[in-house]
């Protein structure tokens, strides 16, 4: 008995010690928004496969009646310039949906930026808080599972 009990305490220490670490991780986090009064909040995808639809999209506490406009500027490594976007919001969520039949290329670059009466936001912004596109690589989904197959075993 009292070997299972060392085991659900040995356990029980390493739980905490990782919890502690992601709070820790967290509260050093050197992201600029998390110092600034940022109103705009957006998470890039992990991953873009080649040739599927993907959502980009943005959340926001500033209320909808408040917002003249939210727009996306995007262009993948085929367009010589970045293109505008209008976006309608609902209760915060701005989305788009990208899709690769109408916008073609390898590479996608993005940014948003959200206009109200008073002041504009944009997103990404970098350490300095100046505006950071996302520039993501299109995935070969089938060389991309391929390739987690061989490090899984």
Sequence with gaps: MTKHIKMFIVLLLILYQQLFSQIES?????????????RIHHSPPKKLFK??????????????????????FMKTDFMAYHQKFL????????????NPENHPGNRLQYYFILETSRQIYGVPI?????????????????EYFKQQKRLNK
């Design 26 to 38: 967290q509260v050093r986090d050197d992201n600029p928004s998390l110092f600034k009064n940022q």
């Design 87 to 98: 976006l309608s919001g609902n209760h915060g969520l701005y989305r788009f949906t990208y």
């Design 51 to 72: 040739n599927q639809s993907h959502l980009l999209e943005f959340i926001t506490n500033i209320p909808d009646d408040s917002v003249l406009t939210a727009t996306l």
């Design 126 to 142: 970098d350490s300095s808080g100046d505006l950071n596109p996302v520039d993501k690589l299109f995935i070969d989904p089938v």
